[in-house]
């Protein structure tokens, strides 16, 4: 098993940016592609980003491309997503998620393993 954990979640302005980060314990972290979901009120989760486990190669959703950016620090068992110019939009609980299985660069929820409890991003106007 392996335990996330999220912070670096707050208030801030559109425009703004954010880093979040996901700290993993347990199980060797380098077995599991990481990616971050989010969640609006009464909306479905919906995925973010994801990174290979060794090469660290990722993948996004076209609503963030080119503003988030997913990192992973395999020595500090830290996954990380940097959030630019952000927008109200982007308002939602983010969730970090690790996945130890044989898709490549899984975007569903439903394929992933361990969940951490998020953390509240709010994007003022």
């Known amino acids: 098993q392996v335990q996330l954990r999220e912070s670096g979640g707050g208030l801030v302005q559109a425009g703004g940016s954010l880093r979040l980060s996901c700290a993993a314990s347990?199980?060797?972290?380098?077995?599991?592609?990481m990616a971050w979901f989010r969640q609006a009120p009464g909306k479905e989760r919906m995925f973010v980003a994801t990174i290979s486990p060794i090469a660290g190669n990722t993948y996004y959703a076209d609503s963030v491309k080119g503003r988030f950016t997913i990192s992973r620090d395999n020595a500090k068992n830290t996954v990380y997503l940097q959030m630019n110019s952000l927008k109200p939009e982007d308002t939602a609980v983010y969730y970090c998620?690790?996945?130890?299985?044989?898709?490549?660069?899984?975007?569903?929820?439903?394929?992933?393993?361990?969940w951490g409890q998020g953390t509240q991003v709010t994007v003022s106007s």
């Open positions: 347990g199980r060797t972290f380098t077995e599991y592609t």
């Open positions: 998620a690790a996945y130890a299985g044989p898709y490549t660069l899984p975007t569903s929820y439903k394929v992933y393993n361990y």
